[in-house]
């Protein structure tokens, strides 16, 4: 895995080494340059002179332009007090002239036994969490099943006002009626924002009131950069986090509830004959030990993931916020978990209370462009040396985010002939190979993973009140008839399912009976299913 300390004899490799190297040499002994532990060269001059300026000119590269220029002078000591400063300004304004590239907005490592921070970049600053949102709805809809005020096996219904959402969705036809049991892994598998919604307004009663009681949570946990403005994550500048904070939701949904992380740890799911897969699926099945939790992406956030992994009955997580695309978000993961399980120890998550800095500019997405095939190897790669290739000409132009995009699963990067500078990246014809690129700056695919099963299941409508005479009243009010055998006060409802332990996959298209089901594919087109309940229509005045 590429790092921040993956070297050229010992120069940190990026757009700055050469300014760095340069300033080692200027201020190291005159016969051997030694620039951060580099390995010393031997000065093939008179004393006082140097063929290499700096450890990082490589042999047979000592006339590319800024290092000619260096040649040109018989340096010492003296001399090099004016011209260094010189040649660091040419090669800043060079270096300043290059476009700028994606980089992470910002990310926070955590330990998820202890709350202890591994590392953190502008953990506090506000963010857009996008579809991150939908940890804390699940949250506060776990809650409710705690205190008995929701159960796995609830109606969930998709109103008018939930299936307006816009994709990523289900698109259930209005009135479509799910066990919230089921809800909730369309929502935090497939990111269905319509189901995030109907899942608010059957646990809060609307949509507000859903809202409200996400907004509490956030303020009982010291969430202090978060406001909730909708229960899914799709853009609106009101909704914040931070990476903190976010890390802080997903640290006590991991902890409290126990029972249900098996809800966010699954690649995809088959919904009768459709095929539904997370946008976390690879993360799922390169890294080791992975086991969740949820990505996101809005333009203005740039692509969004909390992750986790578990490692030896040690987890630990990571929060990622504002990556250039689906692959450095993927990469970056990788990195971080890793870093992450390398450490132990450090400041409490609660102990970073300062809100810093501003959210990302409206367009983030488009005024952050995405790595290159080239850069994403160059910065995440951990396989051999590679020969020269003119495939890093080729950018990234894939969304990994997105329904209908597709990875293709490649192999291990082979190894090439030595040369540690020049970028070979893997190409299938004249394509870049991006399921090969995948296996080198993630890893290969080490975690088998199937699709879940998921039907709408048999939903359990509240019981009517029952209505109670006013004592206070002498007028009398009509008792509620009883209810004749066969009949039903309400829509016809499938019988309700035998009792299932939390986490069961319900067998989609049989009944409790074991009878066959109509096709679940029937409420996404013209015919209702018989089973799916459904509004009367209002008579025409």
């Known amino acids: 895995m590429f790092s921040q300390t993956d070297t050229f004899r010992g120069i940190p490799r990026d757009r700055n080494w050469r300014i760095r190297a340069a300033e080692g040499f200027a201020t190291h002994p005159r016969n051997r340059v030694n620039v951060e532990g580099a390995p010393l060269l031997p000065c093939r001059l008179p004393a006082g002179f140097c063929q290499y300026p700096c450890a990082a000119v490589r042999p047979g590269h000592e006339d590319s332009v800024p290092f000619r220029f260096l040649k040109v002078f018989q340096f010492s000591r003296r001399s090099a007090s004016v011209i260094v400063p010189a040649f660091l300004a040419l090669t800043a304004a060079t270096v300043s002239s290059a476009p700028s590239r994606a980089d992470v907005g910002a990310w926070i490592v955590l330990d998820a036994q202890t709350g202890d921070v591994l590392d953190e970049k502008d953990a506090t600053r506000p963010w857009y969490p996008a579809s991150i949102t939908k940890l804390m709805t699940a949250y506060v809809a776990f809650k409710a099943i705690r205190e008995g005020r929701m159960a796995l096996n609830s109606a969930v ?21 799910l066990t919230l049991e089921s809800a ?30 996400m907004n509490a949570e956030a303020q009982r946990l010291g969430l202090r950069a978060t406001h909730f403005v909708n229960p899914h994550g799709l853009p609106d500048n009101r909704q914040l986090s931070s990476a903190r904070d976010l890390g802080i939701i997903s640290m006590a949904l991991w902890r409290e509830f126990p029972e249900y992380r098996d809800y966010y740890n699954h690649v995809g799911f088959r919904f009768g004959k459709k095929l539904l897969r997370s946008a976390n699926r690879e993360y799922l099945q390169r890294v080791p030990g992975a086991n969740g939790l949820k990505t996101g992406y809005i333009c203005n956030s740039g692509y969004n993931v909390a992750v986790s992994a578990t490692r030896g009955g040690r987890t630990v ?37 300062e809100i810093e800095g501003s959210p990302p500019p409206d367009g983030y997405c488009k005024s952050n462009p995405r790595l290159d095939a080239e850069e994403l190897v160059a910065r995440y790669g951990g396989g051999a040396p590679r020969k020269p290739s003119l495939a890093g000409l080729l950018s990234y132009g894939g969304n990994h985010d997105r329904q209908g995009s597709r990875i293709i699963p490649g192999i291990d990067v082979s190894t090439s002939d030595g040369d540690e500078e020049d970028i070979d990246v893997p190409k299938k014809g004249n394509k870049v190979d991006w399921g090969r690129i995948m296996d080198d700056i993630v890893g290969p695919r080490v975690n088998a993973a199937d699709p879940i099963a998921v039907a709408l299941g048999s939903p359990v409508l509240p019981k009517l009140e029952e209505v109670v005479r006013d004592s206070g009243s002498d007028v009398g009010r009509p008792e509620p008839k009883p209810a004749q055998a066969g009949a039903s006060v309400l829509a016809p409802v499938p019988a309700a399912a035998p009792a299932v332990p939390p986490g069961a996959i319900a067998n989609p298209g049989i009944s409790s009976a074991g009878k066959s089901e109509a096709n679940p594919g029937s409420i996404f087109r013209g015919t209702v299913s018989p089973k799916t309940p459904f509004p009367l229509v209002k008579p025409q005045q």
């Open 157 to 177: 219904t998709v109103s008018a006002n939930a299936n307006a959402e816009p994709p990523s969705k289900m698109g259930f036809k209005v009135g479509t009626r």
């Open 184 to 213: 909730l892994k369309m929502m935090l598998i497939k990111s269905a924002n319509d189901i995030a919604v109907a899942v608010a307004e059957s646990v809060g009663g609307t949509e507000q009131a859903f809202i409200d009681q």
């Open 317 to 353: 997580m990571a929060v990622i916020l504002g990556a250039g695309s689906g692959l450095e978000r993927l990469a970056a993961s990788r990195e971080l978990i890793d870093k992450g399980f390398r450490k132990r120890g450090g400041r409490s998550i609660t102990s970073l209370t």
